[in-house]
């Protein structure tokens, strides 16, 4: 299989050139192996069990390899983290290590690497690292305020979004035979939650409680609604308790399948009483949407089994595809964000009078406002939040972006720019 070049391959060449030690993190089959495995010299793959028992023996071994050596799924032998940081306080010469790890180790004690090892975050693939269109506009230079002119014009439409939903964002499962990519998830879903929860230490007394807790999870996506009402919408035969779904929590998001947005709070602006819940996400909207058994057909035309829609409708109000595809934008504008070091989070005030789907910061606490429509025009009405958000903040809004499904990039008359999503890039 062909390499997919990623966004994170520079930041990952750029942070060896400076460090002595990084670690990938996230969900299994993002690709932190087949990127690590391109700028490595030597590899220890710890998924192997003769592997392990010769690194047990002799933990100097790390040090006599040609560097930069890949420790793969480090997490299978947590001391190995702490060997790592014993070698780089010998020598902070850089690009000497790359840890990749598909779960944090529960219970497990381990040296935080604050200054040694520095972390940092790999997500299934964004829209533009799926190679479906060439991106005109970048979420760089809108953090910079110097992006020029908003422009640009992509033939891709909303049927081919509802094609990279349900394609998936992990590598392996999208470039492999369309016909199989549901199997492949629910096999990535099954496993997760059959042999990788229980094996992170949760108490998994009723299998299909958790399954049926995860596709409530999955049915409020985009949305904040509270813990209470996901759990309400689980049929009370297979309910889990308040410190089971805790346990689910913690156990899925060691597993990096989790992805929650943060609500955004602000350092010294005029904004009060801004809500404090996170929007719900899993890793790749594909995951939602095999949880959910949406298809082709029943996000085009808003159909679905009564069962599913009446719990999906206990947790939020739209169409599914609505909040599906503001996963997508929300996986692929936290890509986009990570070179310039820019942290994602979202917007609304505690009555729900104002809500921002997305909260760009970059470092210098400049901020880009954005916004996501499924829908190809953009009208007044959909930019009343930015503009509200703009009276509030001033020049700390650097810019203020709708994201849509339409066909062109362009900024409005009153300063919004509208950009479809194949058109935004890193």
Same mark, same amino acid.
């Given at each position: 299989?062909?390499?997919?070049?990623?966004?994170?391959?520079?930041?990952?060449?750029?942070?060896?050139?400076?460090?002595?030690?990084?670690?990938?993190?996230?969900?299994?089959?993002?690709?932190?192996?087949?990127?690590?495995?391109?700028? !490595?010299?030597?590899?220890?793959?710890?998924?192997?069990?003769?592997?392990?028992?010769?690194?047990?023996?002799?933990?100097?071994?790390? =040090?006599?390899?040609?560097?930069?050596?890949?420790?793969?799924?480090?997490?299978?032998? /947590?001391?190995?983290?702490?060997?790592?940081?014993?070698?780089?306080?010998?020598?902070?010469?850089?690009?000497?290590?790359?840890?990749?790890?598909? !779960?944090?180790?529960? =219970?497990?004690?381990?040296?935080?690497?604050? &200054?040694?090892?520095?972390?940092? #975050?790999?997500?299934?693939?964004?829209?533009?690292?799926?190679?479906?269109?060439?991106?005109?506009?970048?979420?760089?230079?809108?953090? *910079?305020?110097?992006?020029?002119?908003?422009?640009?014009?992509?033939?891709?439409?909303?049927?081919?979004?509802?094609?990279?939903?349900?394609?998936? &964002?992990?590598? &392996?499962?999208?470039?492999?035979?369309?016909?199989?990519?549901?199997?492949?998830?629910?096999?990535?879903?099954?496993?997760?939650?059959?042999?990788?929860?229980?094996?992170?230490?949760?108490?998994?007394?009723?299998?299909?409680?958790?399954?049926?807790?995860?596709?409530?999870?999955?049915?409020?996506?985009?949305?904040?609604?509270?813990?209470?009402?996901? !759990?309400?919408?689980?049929?009370?035969?297979?309910?889990?308790?308040?410190?089971?779904?805790? @346990?689910?929590?913690?156990?899925?998001?060691?597993?990096?399948?989790?992805?929650?947005?943060?609500?955004?709070?602000?350092?010294?602006?005029?904004?009060? +009483?801004?809500?404090?819940?996170?929007?719900?996400?899993?890793?790749?909207?594909?995951?939602?949407?095999?949880?959910? #058994?949406?298809?082709?057909?029943?996000?085009?035309?808003?159909?679905?089994?009564?069962?599913?829609?009446?719990?999906?409708?206990?947790?939020?109000?739209?169409?599914?595809?609505?909040?599906?595809?503001?996963?997508?934008?929300?996986?692929?504008?936290?890509?986009?964000?990570?070179?310039?070091?820019?942290?994602?989070?979202?917007?609304? *005030?505690?009555?729900?009078?104002?809500?921002?789907?997305?909260?760009?910061?970059?470092?210098? !606490?400049?901020?880009?406002?954005?916004?996501?429509?499924?829908?190809?025009?953009? @009208?007044?009405?959909?930019?009343?939040?930015?503009?509200?958000?703009?009276?509030?903040?001033?020049?700390?809004?650097?810019?203020?972006?709708?994201?849509?499904?339409?066909?062109?990039?362009?900024? +409005? /008359?009153?300063?919004?720019?509208?950009?479809?999503?194949?058109?935004?890039?890193?």
């Amino acid at each position: 299989m062909d390499y997919l070049p990623r966004i994170i391959d520079p930041v990952l060449e750029s942070a060896l050139r400076g460090l002595p030690a990084v670690a990938i993190d996230g969900a299994k089959a993002v690709g932190k192996s087949a990127t690590a495995e391109r700028v !490595a010299k030597s590899i220890l793959r710890l998924d192997r069990p003769e592997e392990v028992t010769i690194l047990r023996a002799d933990r100097d071994r790390i =040090n006599r390899l040609e560097r930069p050596v890949l420790i793969d799924e480090w997490q299978l032998d /947590p001391p190995i983290w702490d060997a790592v940081r014993r070698s780089v306080d010998a020598d902070r010469a850089p690009g000497h290590f790359i840890l990749t790890g598909s !779960a944090n180790p529960r =219970n497990t004690k381990i040296h935080s690497g604050a &200054g040694r090892i520095v972390r940092m #975050r790999m997500r299934p693939l964004s829209f533009a690292e799926r190679g479906r269109a060439i991106p005109t506009v970048s979420l760089g230079a809108l953090l *910079t305020g110097e992006v020029g002119a908003i422009e640009g014009e992509t033939t891709i439409g909303l049927d081919h979004y509802v094609d990279e939903i349900l394609a998936s &964002g992990f590598p &392996g499962i999208r470039t492999s035979d369309e016909s199989t990519h549901a199997t492949q998830l629910e096999s990535y879903l099954s496993f997760a939650l059959s042999r990788e929860v229980p094996a992170l230490g949760a108490m998994v007394r009723r299998p299909k409680a958790l399954e049926a807790w995860l596709r409530a999870y999955a049915a409020a996506s985009s949305s904040t609604a509270s813990f209470e009402k996901v !759990a309400d919408a689980v049929a009370k035969d297979v309910r889990p308790t308040r410190v089971t779904i805790g @346990d689910y929590r913690e156990a899925l998001s060691q597993l990096w399948l989790l992805d929650e947005v943060p609500a955004w709070v602000p350092f010294g602006s005029e904004l009060s +009483r801004l809500g404090r819940a996170p929007k719900h996400q899993l890793a790749d909207p594909a995951l939602a949407a095999r949880l959910l #058994r949406a298809s082709r057909d029943t996000l085009l035309h808003a159909t679905t089994t009564a069962d599913r829609a009446k719990a999906y409708q206990r947790i939020r109000k739209g169409p599914l595809l609505g909040a599906l595809f503001e996963s997508l934008v929300t996986l692929s504008v936290r890509v986009y964000a990570q070179p310039v070091g820019s942290a994602v989070s979202h917007l609304r *005030t505690h009555s729900g009078d104002h809500e921002v789907d997305l909260i760009v910061e970059a470092p210098d !606490a400049r901020v880009l406002a954005i916004e996501v429509k499924l829908a190809s025009d953009v @009208d007044d009405h959909a930019v009343r939040h930015l503009n509200w958000l703009q009276n509030k903040i001033g020049d700390d809004l650097v810019d203020r972006i709708i994201i849509t499904t339409g066909r062109h990039a362009y900024r +409005r /008359p009153d300063g919004v720019a509208v950009v479809p999503l194949a058109l935004l890039g890193a």
